[in-house]
């Protein structure tokens, strides 16, 4: 059973830094993509950062230059270093790994852990 599982958010002030970290169990194969997802309250789920096993990445412009995603591909361990924080960057942020194939793609989700972004 694939298990994806985060760890690193909790309470930091604004301006301060954190460090996600997803590790991926269970699992035979490499993952085409790696990445976050966040979700604040009342919104939607939203892409925050994605890289991809040929280590291409992609950010959303409201993290963008602060944010920085990084891969252990061989671990299929994906890292999402945070800094500038902003109070809207409060979430839950969760981690998607990425299975392809030619004929379907599969979403595999972690639980997600809190950040909040507060004085």
């Known amino acids: 059973q694939v298990q994806l599982v985060e760890s690193g958010g909790g309470l930091v002030q604004p301006g301060g830094s954190l460090r996600l970290s997803c590790a991926a169990s269970g699992i035979t194969f490499s993952f085409a993509a790696m990445g976050w997802f966040r979700q604040a309250p009342g919104k939607q789920r939203e892409l925050v950062a994605r890289i991809t096993n040929g280590g291409i990445t992609t950010y959303s412009d409201s993290v963008k230059g602060r944010f920085t995603i990084s891969r252990d591909g061989a671990k299929n361990t994906v890292y999402l270093s945070m800094d500038s924080l902003k109070p809207e960057d409060t979430a839950v942020y969760y981690c998607?790994?990425?299975?392809?194939?030619?004929?379907?793609?599969?979403?595999?989700w972690g639980q997600g852990t809190q950040v909040t972004v507060s004085s």
């Open positions: 998607n790994g990425q299975r392809r194939s030619l004929v379907r793609t599969v979403d595999f």
